[in-house]
């Protein structure tokens, strides 16, 4: 085999050691979904939240965006709940503005809202609402030590802070131990 420029050799692909990031390894099938429903930039699509900001993000999703036949400016298709509709209408100048933002020119020129019930579509596919992490009960014993940790701290706030610190640290080192 030839060896090519960049120091690979042709037809076969670079090998990374170690650990890949999850991003790199989803980069690839998030780009062909995303320009298979329009999005030439998956950043809307992966950062949705940041793009619009956290309490739109919890209320729209961006469904697809499409061009039409003049070629000025595309139409983005946002979904919501019917509940929801009338205040996402209202803030759709600063959402296209933010979208546009997105893109660094004004690639939206039109955004359009769907509404659905708040499960979205196909039980639950497009759920709004995002389940908390489970927390795991405490260790009684973690929980003993760092009461003994922060005895004789008169500041309630501070020891509460103290009390947190030490339940973090001990509960860490104890699933560091546990994976060696």
Known sequence: MKQAKSGQFQ???RRMRGFEAASGLLKERI???GEARGFAVTRLLTAWA???????????????IGHGKG???ASLTLLTTSVNAPMVQMQLPAIKEKVNACYGYAAISRISLTQTAPTGFAEGQASFTHAPAPKPAPDPAIQAEASRVATGVHDNALREALETLTQNFLSRAKSQRGRS
């Open 11 to 13: 037809g076969r692909s």
């Open 31 to 33: 780009r062909t979904a």
């Open 50 to 64: 940041e793009v619009v900001g956290p309490d739109l993000a919890a209320i729209t999703r961006p469904v697809k």
């Open 71 to 73: 070629g000025m400016g």
